[in-house]
Nanobody, 121 residues
Framework: QVQLVDAGGGSVQAGGSLRLSCAAS?????MGWFRQAPGKEREGVAT????????YYADSVKGRFTISKDNAKNTLYLQMNSLKPEDTAMYYC?????????????????WGQGTQVTVSS
């Protein structure tokens, strides 16, 4: 079992920045961030191979968001810059031990409780 605790959400104006964090009981080979806005399907945002460090992003966030990790703290981060109102959603950290590590693959067995991000125009 893997426990994940998301934090760092909040309200910000368009163009602003937030950094989300995910404290993990342990890292799994693949970890990522997903989001879900009201009335919409869950969307993959970014994923990372925790051993090699390769990262992958959804087209909608490329160049604005950065996924990173701190191995010493077992903590995953999502730095979000140039935020837009359409980034408003509940953001979730997720982890898995095998399979394709891409934002488009949502088959993660372990999930955080989520943290709300609200971007106003």
């Amino acid at each position: 079992q893997v426990q994940l605790v998301d934090a760092g959400g909040g309200s910000v104006q368009a163009g602003g920045s937030l950094r989300l964090s995910c404290a993990a009981s342990k890292f799994t080979p693949c970890m990522g961030w997903f989001r879900q806005a009201p009335g919409k399907e869950r969307e993959g945002v970014a994923t990372i191979w925790t051993s090699g460090g390769s990262t992958y992003y959804a087209d909608s966030v490329k160049g604005r968001f950065t996924i990173s990790k701190d191995n010493a703290k077992n903590t995953l981060y999502l730095q979000m810059n140039s935020l837009k109102p359409e980034d408003t959603a509940m953001y979730y950290c997720a982890a898995k031990n095998w399979g394709l590590c891409r934002p488009g693959n949502g088959d993660f067995p372990y999930w955080g409780q989520g943290t709300q991000v609200t971007v106003s125009s």
